[in-house]
C-alpha cells in the first residue's frame, strides 16, 4: 500500500524557516517524481515545488522561488521542503503527493494527509 | 501566468448529473486532469488524460476537454459525491491547479 506521512509543520513567525519531511513507503521512491501542494485554510488547492527522481529537474511557484528549496534522499525514501524567509501568506496544509509515472499528463495520483504551516508572530 | 478558472459551485439533485468546467487558454491543446477533495480529506484523482479514470474511480466520473474547456461529468450523482472538485493542467513545466468548485448534493 502506498503511504506518503507529512511531518514537521508547526508555528513559526514571520521570517523564520522550517524543514518539511515526507516519508514514502509502499512503492520504488527512487522511480517517482514528487510534488509538494499546499492549501490556504478554506482556499483552493496550490502548486508548490517539484523534483524528478533522480533530482536532476526541480521546479518553484514563482510564490516560493529563492525561499523554498525542494530535495529528496532515495536511501530513505525521503522527501523535503526546506522554507526560509517564510510569510503570513505561506500559511497553509502542505501536502506532498506522487507523480503518476507512464501517463502523458504526469497527474498526482497518490497524496499525503498534509502537514499545517501557521506563520504568525 | 497560466489560469483555470471554475464555478464557484454546482448544485445537484441525487441521481441527476453535474457537469464542472473549467475555462482555460487553448486548453484543449493540454491534457488536463481532475482531483475531488472531501472536507478534512486529502484530493484524490479522479480523471486524468482529459477522460480516463484511475483504478477505483467510478464510471459515473467522465471527462472531455475540447477547446478552452475541460469539462468534468458526474453522472447518477451521489450523495458521496458532495466535495470540491479542482482541474489541473500543465504551463510550460509549471503545474496549475482551477480555482476549484464546490458541489452540494441537494
Known amino acids: 500500500e502506498v503511504q506518503l506521512v507529512e511531518s514537521g509543520g508547526g508555528l513559526v513567525k514571520p521570517g523564520g524557516s522550517l524543514r518539511l519531511s515526507c516519508a514514502a513507503s509502499?512503492?520504488?521512491?527512487?522511480?517517482?517524481?514528487m510534488n509538494w501542494v499546499r492549501q490556504a485554510p478554506g482556499k483552493g488547492l496550490e502548486w508548490v515545488s517539484s523534483i524528478s527522481s533522480s533530482s536532476s529537474y526541480i521546479y518553484y511557484a514563482d510564490s516560493v522561488k529563492g525561499r523554498f528549496t525542494i530535495s529528496r534522499d532515495n536511501a530513505k525514501n525521503s522527501l523535503y521542503l526546506q522554507m526560509n524567509s517564510l510569510r503570513a501568506e505561506d500559511t497553509a496544509v502542505y501536502y506532498c503527493?506522487?507523480?503518476?509515472?507512464?501517463?502523458?499528463?504526469?497527474?498526482?495520483?497518490?497524496w499525503g494527509q498534509g502537514t499545517l504551516v501557521t506563520v504568525s508572530s | 501566468s497560466y489560469e483555470l478558472t471554475q464555478p464557484p459551485s454546482v448544485s445537484v439533485s441525487p441521481g441527476q448529473t453535474a457537469s464542472i468546467t473549467c475555462s482555460g487558454d487553448k486548453l484543449g491543446d493540454k491534457y488536463a486532469c481532475w482531483y475531488q477533495q472531501k472536507p478534512g480529506q486529502s484530493p484524490v484523482l479522479v480523471i486524468y488524460q482529459d477522460s480516463k479514470r484511475p483504478s477505483g474511480i467510478p464510471e459515473r466520473f467522465s471527462g472531455s476537454n475540447s477547446g478552452n474547456t475541460a469539462t468534468l461529468t458526474i453522472s447518477g450523482t451521489q450523495a458521496m459525491d458532495e466535495a470540491d472538485y479542482y482541474c489541473q493542467a500543465w504551463d510550460s513545466s509549471l503545474r496549475v491547479f482551477g480555482t476549484g468548485t464546490k458541489v452540494t448534493v441537494l
Open positions: 509502499g512503492f520504488t521512491f527512487s522511480s517517482y517524481s
Open positions: 503527493a506522487r507523480v503518476q509515472v507512464a501517463v502523458a499528463d504526469t497527474p498526482l495520483d497518490y
